[in-house]
């Protein structure tokens, strides 16, 4: 069984095994696409053994390792506090291939949330020129609007103000990819949905990506160089163990910078909030 997918500006083919059907979710089905021959394989299997961990060690997490060996990249993911032998997906990342193994002992049928955690959306957007920002995701007028900051600081808040008092849409209440084509920034989504429970299959030129702090006043103020990338580069979601995709990312970041403005929107959860921001970008 072979189906086919497109996530931001990358296409993966997706086999499972017969011994388990892929049970594709709401989330996943909104980026089907057409078949592709130039798509990324991605075979996905359930198994009663894994290979034990072999190679140079990069990363040792509570929860994820890799390893590098011959070439490729192996990552496991599980409860890896005492031993990665307790891992329950093992993905082998090659330069046109994914495989992904996933313990008998703990998946019984493939899921796409499971999918896409063993897939590592960061490592699949980043092939396409991609990167993945914490964010909520609006479209406004045929552009997205991008709000990110912190967790807890107010992301949804706004884009749900912008939804109820200007009729924007909500694409995705906490995730977006961000990239450059054709010399012009996009937002495209990302079949995760996070608390917010939004997800929209969506790709907008890019009007402004906008950083939140929370203030007893509304205030804002365009970030610019150093202090733009900064705040952008804060929620990005990037394995800084590998050096090379991290300057390939910091790359992207600093290129959407330079053509789209970010702004620091201090606020409080009200209308004035929208106001100011929506002042500012249409004052044309």
């Known amino acids: 069984m072979k189906?086919?997918?497109k996530i931001a500006e990358t296409e993966i083919c997706i086999e499972a095994d017969d011994r388990a059907a892929l049970s594709a979710?709401?989330?996943l089905s909104l980026f089907a696409c057409s078949p592709?021959?130039?798509?990324?394989?991605?075979?996905?299997?359930?198994?009663?053994?894994f290979p034990p961990p072999e190679g140079e060690q990069i990363v040792r997490l509570p929860t994820l390792a890799e390893y590098r060996l011959d070439g490729a990249v192996i990552r496991y993911i599980g409860p890896l506090s005492e031993s990665v032998e307790n891992a329950a997906i093992r993905t082998e990342y090659r330069d046109n291939r994914i495989g992904i193994l996933l313990d008998s002992r703990v998946y019984s049928e493939i899921r796409d949330s499971v999918l896409l955690d063993a897939i590592g959306a960061e490592r699949l957007v980043i092939k396409g020129g991609g990167v993945i920002l914490h964010a909520s995701y609006i479209e406004y007028g045929g552009e997205a609007i991008l709000f990110t900051a912190p967790s807890g600081t107010g992301k949804s808040t706004q884009a749900e103000l912008w939804r109820s008092l200007r009729g924007a849409e909500v694409i995705n209440g906490d995730r977006a990819v961000i990239g450059v084509r054709d010399g012009r920034a996009y937002a495209y989504g990302l079949p995760y949905?996070?608390?917010?429970?939004?997800?929209?299959?969506?790709?907008l030129?890019?009007?402004a990506i906008v950083y939140l702090g929370q203030a007893k006043e509304n205030s804002i103020a365009r970030l610019c160089g150093f202090e733009a990338f900064r705040r952008v580069w804060e929620?990005?979601?990037?394995?800084?163990?590998?050096?090379?995709?991290?300057?390939?990312a910091a790359d992207i970041v600093g290129n959407i910078i330079s053509r789209v403005p970010v702004f620091y929107l201090?606020?409080?959860?009200e209308?004035?909030?929208?106001?100011?921001?929506?002042?500012?970008?249409?004052?044309e």
């Not at 929620?235 to 390939?248: I, L, R």
């Not at 201090?266 to 959860?269: E, G, K, V």
């Not at 209308?271 to 004052?283: I, N, S």
């Open 205 to 207: 030129p890019l009007k």
């Open 271 to 283: 209308a004035g909030a929208v106001q100011l921001l929506e002042k500012l970008l249409f004052k």
């Open 3 to 5: 189906r086919y997918y």
């Open 266 to 269: 201090r606020c409080l959860p």
């Open 25 to 27: 979710g709401r989330e």
């Open 36 to 49: 592709s021959e130039k798509a990324l394989r991605c075979d996905i299997e359930i198994t009663d053994f």
């Open 235 to 248: 929620g990005c979601c990037v394995n800084t163990w590998d050096k090379e995709s991290t300057a390939f």
């Open 193 to 203: 949905s996070g608390s917010s429970g939004i997800c929209l299959n969506r790709t």
